[in-house]
């Protein structure tokens, strides 16, 4: 098997409170933050697993640079994460160990040594996309039959269960605070100097008063450019209304909005969602809103030249994960954080997740589901309780100001959603082609792109590939 990598930031990979977005019109879930004493492990059987060695796969990008040092006094969310691991080790004669891949290789190296039988992790934490693959292709052991785990608990975030949890009942993934899906959820920066400057509206101001949403946003990215030169071309000399790297920060928009890509019917079925009567009245209200000279910086599709022109106060707002401030602290000018504005045809906000978010799974090669199903609810329980570490840490290391704090807290998780094509996206590339692809294309590469004629184009191939490749597996 090839070298272990080492995946980015454990920081945020066992964290958070539940926080547990239930699909598409829910309002969530929230906890009132759980607790630090372990005290759910009292809960669980006595049982000497007689050194038992759980191993943990890890396959996620978590938003940071690099993975922390996991030694005592690294940082308060790091001591936490070992005191939970060892309070587990010491109730069950344990031994739990992680190992780091690098996630765009994971199912290459992973799917033929499950195949073989060969016991390759107790736990899998990889990626929506990763996932999606091990799913489809029969690699996953039925969560529902582990023993001692129990998924109707609290601290079993429900934010997949439409997808990981199959008509039937059969459970092939799961969210637990150990391997936090949150870290993925988008939301949109805004850089204060040049609020200030163009004259425009704060909007923390507009969230208070109830007008953070598409149509005022869509007036303030209108203000919210300038050509510096007066050359009538905007280029990396000028001030732009909107930049988001790539395609997600786009999608996000898209779906804040309350619309799908792709949807599970009530019969369990995965289906088209593009054909949907509001996404073409949608497409066309981000393109007016996008697709003006000088709205929207693309940098080639170069996320990090994106990235760049905001740090260097180019940009007057960011699309992009809450938790991309880290990108941000170098950055002179001051800066703040709301949620994606409201679309015209809901009423609460919405930030969707991507197909990098993580998802906890397991091999169907584990040698001892026993010992697999109490470890894994033990760790679920446990982490439960680490929401207030991770978001005093992400806000003080992240953040210029207790209002984006704020806003993290009670607009952005509670409405965290996600679309299952994050999940099947890397399966057959039509998925994409016919989706985020129709999303992107025609309001940031190529204004002359029809949406319309790429989804009348695509849905037949779509929901052919679902009924083939998902639909069959489920």
Known sequence: ?????????????????????????????????????????DKLPNKDLKGYEFVIAEACYYGTDDRPVMEAGASELSDAILARNKAIEDKFNCKIRYEYYDPTSFYDEMYPAIMSGEKVADVMDVTLFTYGKLATGDYLYDMSKLPNTDFKQDHWLNIYDDTAVLFSGERYGAS??????????????????????LNLDDPYELMAQGKWNWDTFSAMVAKSMKDVNSDAVFDNSDIYGVTGGLDGGMTAFFLANGLDML???????????????????????????????????????????????????????????????QALREMNDDFGLVPIPMGPDVDHYYSAIDHNTPIVCVPKSIDNPEATGLILEAMAGTSYGELSIWQDEISSTYYRDEESAEVLEKDILPNIVYDPVFMYSRIDRNFEMYTIT?????????????????????????????????????
């Open 263 to 325: 949807k599970i019917s009530k019969e369990g079925t995965v289906t088209y969602g593009m054909t949907d009567p509001n996404v073409i009245p949608t497409l066309t209200k981000m393109k007016k809103m996008f697709g003006a000279p000088g709205a929207y910086y693309y940098g080639g599709g170069d996320a990090s030249l994106c990235t760049e022109m905001f740090i260097n106060g180019q940009v007057t707002f960011y699309l992009n994960l809450t938790t991309r401030g």
């Open 1 to 41: 098997m090839k070298k272990r990598m080492i995946c980015m930031a454990l920081c945020v990979v066992m964290v958070l409170g539940a926080f547990a977005g239930c699909g598409k019109g829910s309002e969530g879930k929230k906890a009132a933050g759980g607790n630090a004493d372990f005290a759910y492990l």
């Open 438 to 474: 129709a999303i992107f294309k025609p309001i940031a590469r190529d204004p002359n792109t029809d949406p319309a004629t790429i989804i009348s184009a695509g849905k037949e191939t779509v929901q052919t590939l679902l009924d083939e490749l998902v639909n069959e597996s489920r």
């Open 176 to 197: 637990a605070a150990f391997a936090n899906p949150y870290t993925h959820g988008f939301g949109v920066y805004f850089n204060k100097r040049l609020i200030e400057e």
